[in-house]
């Protein structure tokens, strides 16, 4: 990218490109190219680990050269728009439309506006109808593949599960077809029935979904079932241990050490327990490994372990003492995300005493025992209060906890559990170290999402959600206590955008065309310009809230967790009788 460009934009130090362990290789040594991205910011993308297991995985493959993209700032499109520049690649500044595939990791509904975005930069048409053989296939993974229908206008494939393995074989199936299809010999229809044959991968524009006059999905066909795809042994599963130093601060400026995939609980409105089941865990000795490779090759001073339920990795304590041990001499601070407090019981120093005191994170979910039984949600307070005091007395100062609300069966003594569970936990700190400590607190709205036993639950309204915070704040007046509440708006279009069918597409296009961009950014989302896309598409949102019912097809049941839908049935049917 040229200087006088990079010199007229906010942060020009994201598009640069050229980091630390980039890989760059040959476009004339490799017969196949990928392009691989994250529809946000660069600071946000490169903090997620799936696209940095994907690079590393695709460039690991002598034929393949493999370029990352990013959602540029809103002064970069316009400078792309103005100068009539095609979005290119951050390695080569090589155009977008120019590679085989272009592969998005789609981590929220709420970046789908900023594919389309990507899309129009680059010289694409929007809709995969649209485009032959003469364009790149625009393929997508990650969370959000879940449910994959409200994209489905836009993508000509789908990665449901985890990726590293799938993407290898689609790589070999399209290198034998590429020249067949790029030459006219074989159409785009004959190329993804081909590829939707590898386990996880879904071709939309080869299902056709029907409705009845009340809108509501009736039958897929064919009716044909997509398996989520697993990694089996991920004890040898690729780790990128050459880790990648970005120019600019990132969101997560450190190194992660995925140890586990999948958990052993069963919280009823975790929708990641079913993206990453079964449960898989990594050696103490691989992971120890990938620390000391990943430290060795970028010099970052913090690790931080990441996986749905680190508490339960079997044998934490030794692997914190082992990472601890090995890194005390060259001030690498260690960092836990979300614990079990009964997982700091009787080893607090070896698990707290140790690590950078920046304040702990617990996630109680719900205010009281009941609710939280009807979540399923494993958490005793006994454990919580005996954890943090020691962590007080180990020398910590604040800590973070997490809490849901518009729950089923919620009343105002739900909501006032919340404010005293926080007030008991700011105040016993004045026992052990003088003044109360510092509780932050963040309250999200329950978003039934889909393979989760409360699909089938409505999700609370605007209005009653609202009424819920404003009771929150009229009856939190410590100061010690912050609440943060997540936009009311935005988790109404993430429950409607995750909850979705494929008529959602038209709502996203109108979107898009009105300008809607960076809708994860409080700064840039506006809900009035979603209300008018869902008034011309003709679409009701709140249709996708409502509570449905066990027996009803949804439009992500073609998707094969490996989880038997009886058993969320029988959960959902438990978390009803828990509520109340």
Excluded at 394 to 410: N, S, T
Excluded at 478 to 492: P, Q, S, T, V
Excluded at 498 to 524: E, M, P, Q, T
Excluded at 545 to 551: A, D, M, V
Aim: proline share 4%; hydrophobic share 40%.
């Amino acid at each position: 990218m040229s200087e006088d460009i990079l010199l007229s934009v906010h942060r020009p130090g994201q598009y640069l490109g050229n980091e630390w362990n980039v890989s760059k290789k040959d476009f004339d040594s490799c017969s196949l190219s990928f392009a691989l991205g994250f529809p946000d910011l660069y600071e946000i993308g490169m903090s997620n680990l799936g696209l940095r297991i994907l690079y590393g995985v695709l460039n690991n493959i002598p034929d393949v050269v493999c370029e990352r993209f990013f959602a540029p700032e809103a002064d970069m499109e316009a400078v792309l728009k103005n100068s009539n520049k095609r979005l290119a690649s951050w390695e080569s500044s090589r155009e977008l439309i120019g590679f085989d595939i272009l592969g998005f990791s789609l981590g929220s509904e709420l970046n789908y506006t900023n594919v389309l975005g990507i899309l129009e930069l680059s010289g694409l048409p929007l809709q995969s109808s649209l485009r032959d053989c003469r364009y790149p296939l625009v393929i997508a993974g990650g969370p959000c593949a879940l449910n994959p229908e409200p994209m489905a206008d836009f993508f000509d494939l789908f990665i449901i599960g985890e990726a590293e393995e799938a993407v290898v074989d689609l790589l070999n199936l399209y290198r034998k077809h590429k020249d067949d299809y790029k030459n006219g010999g074989l159409s785009k229809a004959g190329l993804l029935l081909e590829l939707s044959q590898i386990e996880g991968v879904y071709a939309p524009s080869l299902y056709a979904p029907e409705y009845n006059d009340a809108g509501r999905l009736i039958k897929k066909v064919p009716d044909l079932k997509v398996k989520k795809r697993v990694v089996a042994n991920f004890d040898s599963a690729y780790f990128p241990c050459n880790w990648m130093v970005p120019y600019v601060q990132t969101v997560h400026d450190r190194i992660t050490l995925e140890i586990m995939r999948g958990c052993p609980n069963r919280c009823r409105f975790c929708q990641a327990r079913s993206q990453y089941y079964p449960l898989r865990v990594r050696t103490k000795e691989k992971v120890v490994s990938m620390a000391s490779l990943a430290y060795s090759s970028s010099g970052y001073e913090e690790l931080s372990l990441a996986g749905l339920s680190v508490s339960d990795y079997p044998g934490l304590e030794k692997l914190v003492s082992d990472l601890t041990a090995n890194f005390k001499e060259r001030a690498v601070n260690l960092s836990l995300p979300s614990l079990k407090a009964k997982s700091l019981l009787g080893n607090v120093s070896s698990l707290i005493a140790k690590i950078k005191k920046t304040g702990l994170t617990f996630a109680p979910e719900a205010g009281t025992q009941r609710l939280r039984q009807a979540l399923a949600k494993d958490f005793s307070e006994d454990d919580f209060f005996k954890a943090i005091e020691a962590a007080y007395c180990a020398g910590y100062q604040h800590l973070k906890l997490y809490f849901l609300i518009g729950l089923p069966g919620e009343k105002e003594e739900d909501l006032d559990g919340i404010i005293n569970f926080a007030r008991a936990a700011s105040e016993l700190k004045k026992k052990i170290k003088g003044g109360a400590a510092q509780i932050n607190i963040s309250i999200n709205p329950l978003i039934p999402k889909p393979h989760t036993p409360l699909q089938w639950l409505k999700m609370e309204s605007i209005d009653s959600v609202k009424e819920k915070q404003n009771y929150l704040r009229a009856h939190c007046k410590n100061k010690r206590i912050r609440l943060d509440f997540h936009n009311i708006e935005m988790g109404f279009l993430e429950g409607v955008l995750s909850r979705g069918d494929r008529l959602l597409s038209a709502v996203i296009l109108a979107a898009y065309k009105k300008g809607a961009r960076f809708d994860a950014w409080s700064s840039s989302f506006s809900f009035a310009r979603w209300q008018e896309a869902f008034s011309e598409a003709g679409v009701d949102p709140k249709r996708y809230l409502i509570e449905k019912e066990t027996s009803e097809i949804l439009p992500w049941d073609f998707i094969d967790m490996g989880i038997d839908k009886e058993d969320l049935i029988a959960e959902f049917n438990r978390s009803q009788d828990s509520a109340l």
